[in-house]
C-alpha cells in the first residue's frame, strides 16, 4: 500500500526510475575506466540516497500528513536533481575528464538536504 495516494505513487515511480537512471549515467560517465570495482562501489554511492528514500517512503504511512507530504516531494526533487546534474555531468564534462567529484558529492548532499527538511518539518510539527 502507498500511502498518500498519487504524491506517494508518482514520489516511488519517481524515485525508481531517477535510481536506475543515475546508475547509468555513473556508468556510462566511467565506461573507460579500467578499474571496474571502483565503478561498481561508486554505483552504491550513487544509490544510497535512493534506497534510504525509498526505505523513508515505506515507514511513511505512521507519519504525519505533513511529514509524508514533505518526504514526497524531497523524493521527487532529490531525483529530479540527481538526474538533471548526472545527467549535465556527463553531456558536458569538464576538461574532457570524468565527472568523478559530481557522482561523489551529490549523494551526501542530497541526504544532508534531506535530513534538514524533514527535521525542520518535523519540529515545527511537534510544536504545533
Known sequence: ????????????????????????????????????????????????????????????????????????????AVSLGSLAIYGAAVARPLASRPPAFLFVAVPPASLLLAVAVLAAVWLIERKS
Open 1 to 76: 500500500m502507498i500511502p498518500n495516494g498519487f504524491l506517494g505513487y508518482a514520489a516511488a515511480l519517481v524515485t525508481f526510475v531517477a535510481a536506475l537512471g543515475s546508475v547509468a549515467l555513473q556508468l556510462y560517465a566511467g565506461r573507460h575506466s579500467p578499474q571496474h570495482l571502483v565503478l561498481v562501489l561508486i554505483a552504491g554511492w550513487v544509490l544510497s540516497p535512493f534506497v534510504i528514500l525509498a526505505l523513508l517512503h515505506r515507514q511513511a504511512r505512521r507519519w504525519p500528513a505533513a511529514t509524508r507530504t514533505t518526504l514526497f516531494c524531497l523524493m521527487l
